[in-house]
């Protein structure tokens, strides 16, 4: 039961990151870049957290959950990427719709190596 209110606490943070975060008025063009910028830091931060956990600092189950599961979890969003994807294809924007989903799924898995290699380069 502690799992689940340490990861409830995280995503509760990383949801209140993630809207303050979507507030940032950037001039995209019709490119929901917010979601990209966020799903993008979400992924650097998952892949040092992992790194870390492991290798660094052997983390806490709990607190790995809260950084992990709960922050990263929280802070970025899949169901708002996917809801954006919809509408730019809906709206006849097939370039940028694709454009979206490739960069959204490279750029993010690139971020998650990145941001391992990264703690890994400064913590080791």
């Known amino acids: 039961m502690l799992n689940c209110l340490v990861v409830g606490l995280g995503g509760f943070l990383g949801a209140i990151c993630r809207y303050l975060c979507s507030m940032f008025p950037l001039n995209s063009y019709g490119f929901p870049i917010n979601t990209f910028i966020i799903n993008?830091?979400?992924?650097?931060?998952?892949?040092?957290?992992?790194y870390m956990s492991i290798h660094i600092f052997n983390l806490d189950l709990r607190i790995n959950l809260f950084l992990t599961v709960g922050f990263c979890g929280g802070f970025t969003t899949f169901s708002t990427f996917s809801l954006e994807t919809i509408k730019l294809l809906e709206h006849g924007k097939i370039l940028?719709?694709?454009?979206?989903?490739?960069?959204?799924?490279?750029?993010?898995?690139i971020a998650v190596l990145l941001g391992r290699y990264l703690c890994k380069i400064i913590l080791s």
């Open 40 to 50: 993008f830091i979400g992924s650097l931060l998952i892949g040092c957290f992992s």
């Open 96 to 109: 940028q719709g694709i454009t979206y989903i490739i960069l959204s799924i490279a750029v993010c898995l």
